[in-house]
């Protein structure tokens, strides 16, 4: 049946409607739905899906479920997955939950506001592994010997079993093994292609943040609350934008940047840059090939990448990030007399990292603010002798008219990491902003990483209109011989 607005935003006037957890957004290849009491009817666009349905699909179906809290989720062919327990009544008030399962099969999802607030109110059920949520976009796949396969797509998930737990954030994958006692880790392998896309009408995720945190409609009815859209006389909603789209080539942009190579024809071989205004290049899916002085004439340019891209994420259509490996090339203003020229040639266990962005308009000039983790690059050593960690951390505003800012990391690696804390400051007004960190050891690294304590710096900005986002690259400098941590992250709110 056709919905009308109040339908298409999951909640209804009548009692009824607000029983169903959401409703088919697109089907294909004879899926079906089946209750908890064991009746089954087809997966068809349109179709109510309830707390303890059932849906799955064959060798050639695919799902895509709206659920009302704004969360999608697509099923690949072969799925079966569960609604097992669900709750939104239009704001996250400490009722709302999300329990979900995979029995078999694959899916991606991009989470709603359940979970955004009480990150316990939402979880993933698999037969080997339970999955949770700081993030708000992934792929799970249930592998043929049963074990749990997850790639972070934005934000960071939470993989765990019996054994342990371990972060999973965007560009990364865990596995959580089939074999009993054997706790999750991580993995290069990604879970397989995703489902096609919806037709036209439906090509995009809709976004956590389409909703307020009371529940009301960001996008659909502008500022109008859901009892007025409930009123609409729409029939049917229009597509949501792309909440994450790629940037532009041009002008200005800040940037900022980290990188080490051992082999590198700079002084030190490691390198972290302040913000730089910069012009930048991006390629069709946003990440950045290069970037710029603007200020001089000709232009500078600071760096040209033709190498592999590894990490990348974009937010809001003002930010991106990621890290680059293979030939790198240009000048670096941050070392050394003038401008120095840069060499590089990073394996995939190095690299240069990145943040780029618009600089932000309009910010606060009072009070605080606490923003979310939404991604990072996988942590590097300068020589390429250790594998890529993880990162998760937090960022914090804590005083928008004096300028000061805090920053924690935790800095994972296979056998060792470091527990990171960082101050910093920004003029009031300016979208740029650099600080110092500490860290110190959680596990005894290799010796050319060893430190007690480490200290370090990083530099960003904020993006956006209203500071909405802010990204820091950031160097973990060890003290020993040139043994340098590189990095960036992502942050929103």
Same mark, same amino acid.
Not at 70 to 81: C, I, K
Not at 104 to 127: D, E, F, K, S, W
Not at 234 to 254: I, R
Not at 333 to 343: D, R
């Given at each position: 049946?056709?919905?009308?607005?109040?339908?298409?935003?999951?909640?209804?006037?009548?009692?009824? !409607?607000? +029983? @169903? &957890?959401?409703?088919? %957004?697109?089907?294909? #290849?004879?899926?079906?739905? *089946?209750? /908890?009491? =064991? $009746? !089954?009817? +087809? @997966? &068809?666009?349109?179709? %109510?899906?309830?707390? #303890?349905?059932?849906?799955? *699909?064959? /060798?050639? =179906? $695919?799902?895509?479920?709206?659920?009302?809290?704004?969360?999608?989720?697509?099923?690949?062919?072969?799925?079966?997955? /569960?609604?097992?327990?669900?709750?939104?009544?239009?704001?996250?008030?400490?009722?709302?939950?999300?329990?979900?399962?995979?029995?078999?099969?694959?899916?991606?999802?991009?989470?709603?506001?359940?979970?955004?607030?009480?990150?316990?109110?939402?979880?993933?059920?698999?037969?080997?592994?339970?999955?949770?949520?700081?993030?708000?976009?992934?792929?799970?796949?249930?592998?043929?010997?049963?074990?749990?396969?997850?790639?972070?797509?934005?934000?960071?998930?939470?993989?765990?079993?019996?054994?342990?737990?371990?972060?999973?954030?965007?560009?990364?994958?865990?596995?959580?093994?089939?074999?009993?006692?054997?706790?999750?880790?991580?993995?290069?392998?990604?879970?397989?292609?995703?489902?096609?896309?919806?037709?036209?009408?439906?090509?995009?995720?809709?976004?956590?943040?389409?909703?307020?945190?009371?529940?009301?409609s960001a996008s659909l009815c502008g500022a109008g609350t859901l009892a007025a859209?409930?009123?609409?006389?729409?029939?049917?909603?229009?597509?949501?934008?792309?909440?994450?789209?790629?940037?532009?080539?041009?002008?200005?942009?800040?940037?900022?940047?980290?990188?080490?190579?051992?082999?590198?024809?700079?002084?030190?071989?490691?390198?972290?840059?302040?913000?730089?205004?910069?012009?930048?290049?991006?390629?069709?899916?946003?990440?950045?090939?290069?970037?710029?002085?603007?200020?001089?004439?000709?232009?500078?340019?600071?760096?040209?990448?033709?190498?592999?891209?590894?990490?990348?994420?974009?937010?809001?259509?003002?930010?991106a990030w990621g890290r680059w490996t293979g030939p790198t090339s240009g000048i670096?203003?941050?070392?050394?007399?003038?401008?120095?020229?840069?060499?590089?040639?990073?394996?995939?266990?190095?690299?240069?990292?990145?943040?780029?962005?618009?600089?932000?308009?309009?910010?606060?000039?009072?009070?605080?603010?606490?923003?979310?983790?939404?991604?990072?690059?996988?942590?590097?050593?300068?020589?390429?002798?250790?594998?890529?960690?993880?990162?998760?951390?937090?960022?914090?505003?804590?005083?928008?008219?004096?300028?000061?800012?805090?920053?924690?990391?935790?800095?994972?690696?296979?056998?060792?990491?470091?527990?990171?804390?960082?101050?910093?400051?920004?003029?009031?007004?300016?979208?740029?902003?650099?600080?110092?960190?500490?860290?110190?050891?959680?596990?005894?690294?290799?010796?050319?990483?060893?430190?007690?304590?480490?200290?370090?710096?990083?530099?960003?900005?904020?993006?956006?209109?209203?500071?909405?986002?802010?990204?820091?690259?950031?160097?973990?400098?060890?003290?020993?011989?040139?043994?340098?941590?590189?990095?960036?992250?992502?942050?929103?709110?």
């Amino acid at each position: 049946m056709v919905r009308v607005a109040a339908a298409v935003l999951g909640l209804a006037v009548a009692a009824e !409607a607000l +029983a @169903a &957890a959401g409703w088919v %957004d697109f089907a294909s #290849g004879g899926a079906t739905i *089946t209750d /908890a009491r =064991g $009746r !089954a009817r +087809a @997966a &068809a666009k349109g179709e %109510d899906v309830d707390p #303890g349905d059932t849906l799955r *699909t064959g /060798a050639s =179906g $695919r799902v895509q479920v709206h659920f009302t809290d704004g969360a999608y989720v697509s099923l690949q062919p072969g799925s079966e997955f /569960a609604v097992r327990d669900y709750k939104f009544e239009g704001r996250t008030d400490g009722s709302e939950r999300g329990f979900f399962s995979l029995a078999r099969g694959a899916m991606r999802a991009v989470t709603g506001l359940i979970g955004r607030v009480n990150r316990n109110r939402y979880q993933i059920a698999t037969p080997t592994a339970t999955i949770g949520i700081r993030g708000t976009g992934g792929r799970i796949e249930i592998l043929g010997d049963g074990s749990t396969l997850v790639a972070g797509t934005s934000g960071i998930w939470t993989l765990s079993n019996a054994a342990g737990t371990i972060d999973v954030p965007a560009g990364t994958a865990g596995v959580a093994p089939s074999a009993p006692g054997q706790p999750p880790r991580q993995t290069d392998r990604q879970p397989s292609a995703g489902p096609a896309a919806a037709p036209a009408a439906r090509a995009q995720f809709a976004a956590a943040d389409e909703r307020t945190p009371a529940g009301d409609s960001a996008s659909l009815c502008g500022a109008g609350t859901l009892a007025a859209c409930a009123s609409s006389t729409v029939t049917q909603a229009s597509p949501p934008p792309n909440p994450n789209p790629p940037l532009a080539s041009g002008s200005p942009y800040l940037v900022a940047y980290s990188f080490g190579d051992s082999a590198a024809a700079t002084p030190s071989g490691n390198n972290q840059g302040q913000n730089v205004t910069a012009g930048a290049t991006f390629d069709a899916s946003g990440r950045m090939t290069g970037f710029s002085d603007i200020v001089t004439l000709p232009p500078a340019p600071f760096a040209s990448f033709g190498g592999t891209h590894q990490e990348f994420g974009t937010a809001g259509g003002v930010m991106a990030w990621g890290r680059w490996t293979g030939p790198t090339s240009g000048i670096d203003n941050q070392i050394g007399p003038g401008n120095t020229p840069i060499v590089l040639n990073p394996g995939a266990n190095a690299g240069y990292h990145y943040v780029v962005g618009i600089p932000a308009t309009a910010m606060p000039t009072a009070g605080s603010a606490s923003f979310s983790f939404i991604g990072a690059t996988r942590p590097t050593g300068f020589d390429g002798t250790i594998t890529p960690g993880t990162f998760s951390g937090t960022f914090t505003v804590n005083n928008w008219a004096t300028g000061s800012i805090s920053v924690t990391a935790n800095l994972g690696f296979a056998t060792f990491g470091y527990t990171v804390n960082g101050s910093g400051a920004f003029s009031a007004g300016s979208p740029s902003f650099s600080g110092s960190l500490s860290a110190t050891e959680s596990a005894t690294p290799p010796s050319t990483y060893q430190c007690a304590p480490c200290s370090g710096t990083f530099n960003g900005a904020f993006y956006g209109p209203g500071a909405k986002f802010a990204g820091y690259a950031y160097q973990v400098d060890t003290g020993t011989s040139g043994g340098k941590i590189s990095g960036a992250a992502a942050f929103g709110r």
